[in-house]
């Protein structure tokens, strides 16, 4: 059995229910959630707004039902910015500015 450190087990304290349940919405794949949206609207370019709204948008319906959400902090942090996450809510930042396989993700600009 492995020991946390006390940081860490109070990080884990505080993104879990109060029976010690961890439900962490995964809002951070940026690569496969643009795909999903190319699928969905053929033909219509994916950009920064287009892919930082759908992401406000789910932080929104998901947040509240979730003891953690995980953001990338590309998109993501525009749903933090615009109140998205509950303050009950814990939160959780990838440090990633990278896609996974490699190409530079970054805001126009």
Do not use: N
């Not at 919405?25 to 690569?31: F, K, Y």
């Not at 303050?87 to 440090?95: A, E, F």
């Amino acid at each position: 059995m492995r020991v946390l450190s006390p940081g860490k087990l109070r990080g884990m304290g505080q993104i879990a229910s109060p029976r010690g349940i961890i439900t962490v919405t995964a809002i951070d794949h940026r690569g496969s959630l643009e795909a999903m949206l190319k699928r969905a609207m053929p033909g219509r370019p994916i950009g920064f707004a287009e892919m930082a709204s759908e992401k406000l948008r789910i932080t929104r319906a998901l947040a509240p039902r979730s003891t953690a959400v995980l953001l990338d902090p590309l998109h993501g942090v525009h749903a933090l910015s615009h109140g998205a996450v509950p303050g009950t809510v814990g939160l959780i930042m990838c440090l990633e500015e990278f896609g996974y396989e490699g190409q530079a993700e970054r805001p126009p600009g």
